[in-house]
């Protein structure tokens, strides 16, 4: 079945610093790579995605690079700032349309 | 609507209790998804309707759980003799076609948030 691996668990950074954080999957017919954001009791809510014919997209400080070759995604965010603070979700899209979830980065930025 | 709705926000109920929780998609929206998010864990993929196609029940964890959309629209996790795991925030959410059509993102509601005790 679909398997995604997400990593760190845990990220701590400065502000202004950048962050990364990658993600693996196993299903070759992935073709949808979303990442979402969730603030504490709050919904998740999508903050770039990029679909399978494109290596890279940019939207502010915020881009996703993908390696469909070695089956990862990554999510970069330049320049943070405290409001960058929350839970970070990979996902994909496997057979079937049904989107699979990894298992979150919480980001932590610190003054 | 303008986003995804649910219903209850918030139940507590007693163990062994049957719970009922709806979820009304954004409108237009043919594909309907419940995740359901323990505390401080990931997003576990329970059910996925598209349109008139047999729901994809994958994510299901037991008989206990079960998921009906009436009319291609509003949707109703039911779990019958709830148990104490089962408490846990549900989610829904609905995307305009499936995930994989060029253009279509999901998009989450508040949630329902379930106690059992």
């Known amino acids: 079945g679909e398997n995604v691996e997400q990593h760190p668990s845990t990220l701590s950074v400065q502000e202004g610093d950048s962050a990364v954080i990658k993600c693996t999957y196993s299903d070759s017919a992935s073709n949808y790579f979303p990442w979402y954001k969730q603030e504490l009791g709050k919904r998740p809510q999508l903050i770039i995605d990029?679909?399978?014919?494109?290596g890279e997209k940019k939207d502010q400080r915020i881009a996703v690079t993908l390696n469909k070759t070695a089956k990862h995604f990554s999510l970069h965010i330049t320049e943070t700032q405290p409001e960058d603070s929350a839970v970070y979700f990979c996902?994909?899209?496997?057979?079937?349309?049904?989107?699979?979830f990894g298992t979150g980065t919480q980001l932590k930025v610190e003054l | 609507g303008a986003g995804v709705s649910q219903s209850p926000s918030n139940k507590v109920t007693e163990k062994g209790k049957d719970v009922e929780l709806r979820c009304d998609p954004i409108s237009g929206h043919t594909a309907l998804y419940w995740y359901r998010q323990s505390l401080g864990q990931g997003l576990e993929f329970l059910i996925y309707?598209?349109?008139?196609?047999?729901?994809?029940k994958s994510g299901l964890p037991s008989d206990r759980f079960s998921a009906e959309r009436t009319g291609g629209s509003v949707s109703t996790l039911t779990i019958q003799r709830t148990q104490q795991e089962d408490s846990a925030v549900y989610l829904c959410a609905s995307s305009l076609a499936g995930t994989g059509v060029a253009g279509n993102t999901i998009y989450f509601g508040e949630g329902s948030w379930l106690t059992v005790v």
């Open positions: 309707f598209q349109g008139n196609s047999a729901p994809d």
């Open positions: 996902a994909f899209t496997g057979g079937g349309n049904k989107l699979t």
């Open positions: 990029i679909r399978s014919n494109v």
